[in-house]
Structure formats: structure tokens, C-alpha cells
């Protein structure tokens, strides 16, 4: 059975740092490009990040581009975000997601963690 | 970069059908694969079309998926609604590693 487990949610103020963490399990995690997708409270999906199987290549959307970094322990089976000069407006809940599309399987996502900046 | 568009809300009775459009802004819909996920309250979100129309294993076939080329728009449509089916519904794809999600259709069972 696939699992994703997210951790390292916290209350933090704003412009301040924090790294989320994400541990794959019951697939083979270097196989995949695994992605951050983050939902404000009452609202939608939005897309943050992905990083390719190997590391190789990152994509960021436009919001978070230049204050996050995506990462992945290939040999750890995790992904990693790490969120700098956070704003208010990163509060959300991010989750963690694999994507099977280049493989001709369904994504899978985490439970997600709750990240809240305050001001 | 694209957007992707979705109604903000339909509802029907149980045992009716509904059908969720998704419209790409620009670019070629059938170019990339459109998912489909599902969000119930308080959950995270689970696939029910993959690849434009594939069903993931235990997703009933009362889902399914297809790609309008016409009006650049893909659809889920839900047959036979159950109580359980009421919940949001997001699309996504992607283009030049940028992957998009629409903005959510919540589906609501009379």
C-alpha cells in the first residue's frame, strides 16, 4: 500500500523559515516525481512544486519561486520543502503527492501538514 | 502559463447524472494528461480519473473521463449519484513542468 506521511507543520511568524518533510512508503520512491500542493483554509488546490525522480530537475509556481526549495533523499524515501521569508499567505495545509503519470498510474497523496504563519 | 476552469457547484438527485467541465485556456487540451481528484471533507485527495480517463482500482465505474478537443475542455461525468459522491472535484495537467489544478466544482447530492 502506498503511504505519504508529511511532517514538520508549525505555527510560525512571517519571514521566518521552516522545512516540511514528506517519507514515501510501499513504492518505490526513486521511481517517481513527487510533488508539493498546498490548500488555504476553505480554498483550493494549488500547485507548489515538483522535483523529477532523480533530483535532476525542479518547478516552482510563481508564487513561492525564489523563497522555496524542493529536495528529495532518494536512499531516505523524502522529499523535502524548504520554506524561506514566509508570508501569511502560505498558510495552508501542504501535502505531498506522487505522480504516476510517467509510469500510467494514479497520483497518491499524503494527509498533509498544517503550516500557519502568523503576523 | 494556462488556467484551467471549472463551474463552482453543481448539484442533482441521487441516481442522476452530473458532468464536470474542465476548460484549458490556451495550449492543446489532449496535449497533456488531465487527472481528476477527489476531496470529501476533511480529507485529503484522492484520484478518481487518471491520464484522461483511467479509473484507479477500486474507483466505481460510475466515474468516468474524456477530453472534448472542440471546446478544449475536459470532462468527469458521475453516473447514478450516491449520497457518498458529494464532495469537491478538482482537474489538473500540466505543460513545460508547470502543473495547474482548475479551481474545484463542489458536487452536491439533493
Known amino acids: 500500500e502506498v503511504q505519504l506521511v508529511e511532517s514538520g507543520g508549525v505555527v510560525v511568524q512571517s519571514g521566518g523559515s521552516l522545512r516540511l518533510s514528506c517519507v514515501g512508503s510501499?513504492?518505490?520512491?526513486?521511481?517517481?516525481?513527487m510533488h508539493w500542493v498546498r490548500q488555504a483554509p476553505g480554498k483550493g488546490l494549488e500547485w507548489v512544486s515538483l522535483v523529477t525522480w532523480d533530483g535532476g530537475s525542479t518547478s516552482y509556481s510563481d508564487s513561492v519561486k525564489g523563497r522555496f526549495s524542493i529536495s528529495r533523499d532518494n536512499s531516505q524515501n523524502s522529499l523535502y520543502l524548504q520554506m524561506n521569508n514566509l508570508k501569511t499567505e502560505d498558510t495552508a495545509f501542504y501535502y505531498c503527492a506522487k505522480d504516476g503519470v510517467s509510469l500510467s498510474e494514479s497520483w497518491s497523496w499524503g494527509q498533509g501538514t498544517l503550516v500557519t504563519v502568523s503576523s | 502559463n494556462f488556467m484551467l476552469t471549472q463551474p463552482h457547484s453543481v448539484s442533482e438527485s441521487p441516481g442522476k447524472t452530473v458532468t464536470i467541465s474542465c476548460t484549458r485556456s490556451?495550449?492543446?487540451?489532449?496535449?497533456?494528461?488531465v487527472q481528476w481528484f477527489q476531496q470529501r471533507p476533511g480529507s485529503s485527495p484522492t484520484t478518481v480519473i487518471y491520464e484522461d480517463n483511467q479509473r484507479p482500482s477500486g474507483v466505481p465505474d460510475r466515474f468516468s473521463g474524456s477530453i472534448d478537443r472542440s471546446s478544449n475542455s475536459a470532462s468527469l461525468t458521475i453516473s447514478g449519484l450516491e449520497t457518498e459522491d458529494e464532495a469537491d472535484y478538482y482537474c489538473q495537467s500540466f505543460d513545460s513542468s508547470i502543473t495547474v489544478f482548475g479551481g474545484g466544482t463542489k458536487v452536491t447530492v439533493l
Open positions: 510501499g513504492f518505490n520512491f526513486d521511481d517517481y516525481t
Open positions: 490556451s495550449g492543446n487540451i489532449a496535449s497533456n494528461y
